[in-house]
């Protein structure tokens, strides 16, 4: 069963940099069906919760999609605590995008690992700050 610390397990992963881009694809996709989820309910902020969404889209169109599988399911039970925990593993993709791309040799993937971190860490900031105000 998928969950969280699947994301963050495959995360810290340092066997290759396939795993990692698989969990970052999977976050960004999580993330963003999340924010959708939640941009419905009266207890957060649909701007906020709508820019999460779209940073998280625009973050897994950076990467490559996945040779195999699918996105993770929504869970059944979408609320804030979710999106906290989320916004974790978005700062973790970013930090693991950055390293990622340091290490690019073509100027393509150095530019799209950059700026799929940038996108990890503005989805991660909006679901930080769902709570209507």
């Given at each position: ?7 963050r397990s ?86 693991r995008l ?36």
């Amino acid at each position: 069963m998928f969950s969280i610390d699947t994301l963050r397990s495959d995360l810290s992963d340092t066997s290759g940099a396939g795993t990692v881009l698989r969990a970052a694809w999977d976050a960004f996709a999580l993330a963003g069906a999340v924010a959708r989820a939640l941009a419905w309910r009266e207890d957060t902020d649909p701007v906020a919760a709508l820019s999460a969404a779209a940073a998280a889209d625009a973050g897994r169109d950076l990467l490559p999609p996945p040779a195999e599988g699918s996105a993770p399911p929504l869970p059944g039970d979408v609320g804030p605590g979710l999106a906290d925990g989320l916004a974790e593993v978005l700062d973790r993709v970013r930090q693991r995008l950055d390293e990622q791309g340091r290490a690019a040799e073509a100027p393509d993937d150095l530019y799209a690992l950059h700026a799929a971190a940038d996108r990890a860490g503005e989805a991660a900031a909006c679901l930080r700050n769902l709570r209507a105000a």
